[in-house]
């Protein structure tokens, strides 16, 4: 029997990545992400709930004026609400549609939604809900760094660019938050197995150098060397930035601060070298990490001269910081000399 010509219609089987509209799905999938997280941010969750809140209040005083009782009026407008889905059930099913929708380009993609990270709780009249970030992570990291690869450099748009620098983003804030909290350790793993194929696509498709690609290499080193925890921890407290490119780190932190919370923080950057010393990997680290406190101790001492006198910060502020910084002087020349004087 002749086997039938295959029709040129039919279509065969192609690697995801390499057509235009595989890239048009994955930066769609991305998008419906953002847009999630941009309609349930903390901001907006809080203003519907006192807009919410208000419109009841308002409802049932109008009840109130036409006769009924406080009682009476509550009961109503609580009966009315009912009728609409509540902030919490609309936002539990509008996370499973993003990824019901986007599941096939997820799965292709090698990614995958995590788990809410719940960080705030907003109290409505319709109860207490919690407030977070909808991650993507992977879950298997041969399939998204192939799917990088084979984009062709035709199809690479800023857009997705933009979809892949977000990826990246939540893929390490995942990474770090296990990596910390010593849970998901299987992902974690995933993600750094694959740590460097996904670097080459991102280089791939002309984002090699940007700061999320140096970020997920840097991970990638650090946990190779056995101290990704140390690592992580020194990172979130900015001992890798200079005093002067420091957001509100080591360096600034006496600028807005009681003595409490001066103290406190200061004492978790000399936790975080000792963490790296007592790690058997974590001699350069530690040092390195020296290093920068002293360079961050410096700048904060100096800067403290101009704060003190300050009429703006008032009289009294910071009468015990002199004796912190004095303190951790002396931790950090016990805990050795820094690197470059090694």
């Known amino acids: ?204 498709i002309g984002i090699g150098d940007s700061d999320e690609a140096t970020s997920l290499k840097n991970l990638a080193a650090y946990a190779a060397q056995g101290v990704a925890r140390e690592y992580v921890v020194a990172k979130h407290l900015q001992l890798f930035e200079e005093p002067g490119q420091q957001g509100f780190g080591p360096a600034q932190w006496q600028r807005d601060a009681s003595e409490e919370f001066l103290n406190a923080q200061w004492h978790e950057v000399l936790n975080a070298i000792h963490d790296a010393a007592d790690n058997p990997n974590g001699g350069q680290l530690a040092s390195a990490l020296i290093a920068s406190a002293r360079k961050s101790l410096d700048f904060a001492l100096n800067d403290w001269q101009d704060v003190r006198h300050d009429a703006g910060y008032g009289e009294g502020y910071g009468s015990g910081f002199d004796a912190i910084f004095e303190t951790v002087g002396l931790e950090l020349d016990m805990l050795g000399s820094p690197a470059d004087e090694k």
Do not use: C, W
């Not at 039919?10 to 930066?27: A, C, M, N, R």
């Not at 799965?107 to 995958?112: D, F, K, P, Q």
């Open 1 to 204: 029997m002749k086997k039938e010509k295959m029709s040129e219609a039919t279509t065969l089987p192609h690697e995801f990545g390499s057509q235009p509209q595989d890239v048009e799905s994955f930066v769609a999938a991305i998008d419906a992400v953002q847009e999630y997280n941009d309609q349930f941010s903390l901001g907006k969750m809080m203003a519907r709930a006192l807009i919410g809140n208000v419109k009841q209040a308002k409802k049932a005083e109008e009840l109130v004026q036409e006769g009924a009782s406080f009682e009476e009026a509550q009961e109503v407008v609580e009966f009315v609400g009912e009728e609409k889905p509540s902030l919490r059930d609309e936002q539990g099913m509008l996370r499973e549609l993003v990824g019901i929708t986007n599941e096939t380009t997820f799965v292709e993609a090698g990614l995958a939604l995590s788990p809410l990270r719940e960080n705030y709780t907003v109290h409505s009249t319709e109860g207490s809900f919690s407030v977070g970030r909808l991650r993507i992570g992977i879950s298997e990291g041969n399939r998204f760094s192939s799917f990088l690869m084979n984009v062709s450099p035709q199809n690479v748009s800023d857009e997705m660019r933009h979809s892949a620098k977000k990826v990246v983003t939540d893929v390490i804030a995942e990474a770090e938050h296990s990596i910390v909290e010593y849970t998901d350790t299987g992902r974690v793993a995933e993600i750094l197995a694959y740590a460097q194929g996904i670097g080459q696509g991102l280089d791939h």
